[in-house]
């Protein structure tokens, strides 16, 4: 098995050859420049007119239907843009004033409390980095299905930097009165979208968030509250928060009995699968694009886990024959999406490229043939199998369905 080491060396060797190749021939000199006068300032950033990196709409659009998916291929660093997170929703995005909204807290408590937004912001604040991923993300894996792009199978996926109150905080206010084991929260969504959550989350690390990226939520994210459960499902977020009421049991509330169950091969359903076990994906090269012939690339990707921090990333480009190590780019944060990148030096011929991920806790990665061992194929939610992509040789990118 080649060493990443010996695989960094020749890569290396590579990319100066890549580089000269890719430069203009004889002496270069710097292009001339016209002196116009630029654009004036602005008040509120938009990105340079030439770059369309853009949401992939879910073919239903109905407002109960429709999702929209981070293009994961097209993205930098560990960081999801707000304006390309992605989007679920089950009753389109409300439009909620922020001067009226409340979110309210009662049932087993000993003081009901009701929050607007302004009362959230004057409590001590936390800003904290974690993804979120829709618990039916690469859902047609599941059934071997192959998928255009890392978009368009991977892309319920994002991470922000959060802003708001722990959980944990509001509950000491409220008091929780015996027998207050779990907590019902609600949105303010034509769904009433709700879940109910174990009280263990909200004094482990649960947040309500009011600002992502360093401004207000967006409105597709759940303007002006949402709660924010690190790790865990995308749909337990629940967004436009308005209400939290703690109770003893759950309350098979629509979204956790005909929704977000996951059907074992015996015919009975898992409930309550929160947790987003560890997954990582190739995102460069990803299907949909095209090498520009042999030589230097780096292969770059995104892994997370909901355990906690990513430990090693290892990448093959033999389809899972060899692995050589990743090299993870700063930060590694716990619960957040985390870049990794290796050089790769393409001989021009078939190669099938896949990535596998380790958690802190040890938790590896599984095979899609291990998943489906333990859940069959109509789990439907929750796949996070190693997948692959095959490099043909004209460099088009294709799914491998591993
Ligand atoms: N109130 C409300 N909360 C919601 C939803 C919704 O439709 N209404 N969708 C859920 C689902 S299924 C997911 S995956 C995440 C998506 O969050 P995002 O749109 O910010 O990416 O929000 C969850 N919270
Ligand atoms: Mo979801």
Same mark, same amino acid.
């Given at each position: ?66 999702? #929209? $998916?981070?293009?994961?291929? %097209?993205?930098? !660093?560990?960081?999801? /843009?707000?304006? *390309? ?5 089950? =009753? ?34 936390? #800003? $904290?980095?974690?993804?979120? %991923?829709?618990? !039916?993300?690469?859902? /047609?894996?599941? *059934? ?5 792009? =890392? ?252």
């Amino acid at each position: 098995m080649e060493t990443s080491r010996r695989l960094f060396l020749r890569a290396a060797a590579a990319v100066s050859g890549a580089i000269a190749a890719a430069c203009r021939g004889g002496a270069p000199q710097p292009q001339p420049q016209p002196s116009l006068l630029g654009a004036p300032v602005s008040r509120y950033g938009e990105r340079a007119p030439f770059e369309k990196a853009a949401r992939l709409l879910s073919q239903t659009t109905t407002p109960e239907e429709a999702s #929209s $998916r981070t293009p994961l291929g %097209e993205i930098e !660093g560990m960081i999801t /843009p707000s304006s *390309l997170h992605f989007e679920r929703h089950h =009753a389109g995005v409300p439009t909620l004033d922020p001067r009226e909204h409340e979110l309210v807290i009662h049932g087993l408590v000993e003081r009901p409390l009701a929050f607007k937004v302004s009362d959230l912001r004057r409590l001590p604040s936390v #800003s $904290r980095i974690y993804f979120i %991923e829709c618990s !039916g993300n690469s859902g /047609p894996a599941w *059934l071997g299905v192959a998928s255009p792009s =890392a978009q368009a199978l991977h892309g319920l996926t994002s991470c922000s930097e959060w802003t708001g109150v722990p959980l944990s905080v509001l509950f000491e206010e409220a008091g929780i009165a015996p027998g207050g084991e779990w907590f019902v929260a609600e949105g303010a969504d034509a769904c009433r979208l709700s879940r109910s959550i174990p009280i263990a989350k909200a004094w482990d690390d649960a947040l309500v968030v009011y600002a992502q990226n360093g401004e207000a939520l967006r409105p597709e994210q759940g303007y002006p509250l949402r709660l924010l459960l690190p790790g865990w499902e995308g749909n337990a977020n629940v967004k436009w928060l308005r209400r939290i009421k703690v109770v003893s049991e759950p309350y098979m509330t629509r979204d956790e009995t005909s929704k977000y169950t996951d059907l074992m091969p015996d015919g009975r359903a898992r409930q309550f699968t929160f947790l987003i076990e560890a997954k990582s994906t190739i995102t460069r090269p990803s299907g949909g694009q095209t090498l520009g012939g042999p030589g230097f690339y780096e292969i770059s990707g995104l892994a997370w886990s909901g355990l906690g921090r990513i430990a090693r990333v290892e990448v093959s480009t033999d389809g899972g024959a060899t692995w050589a190590e990743a090299t993870l780019q700063e930060p590694v944060l716990p619960k957040a999406h985390t870049r990794f990148t290796c050089p790769w030096r393409w001989d021009g011929r078939e190669a099938v490229l896949a990535a596998r991920c380790t958690d802190e806790t040890g938790y590896v990665q599984p095979t899609r043939a291990q998943l489906v061992a333990e859940h069959g194929i109509n789990a439907a939610y929750h796949y996070n199998g190693i997948q692959g992509w095959r490099v043909q040789p004209d460099g088009t990118v294709v799914d491998a369905v591993l």
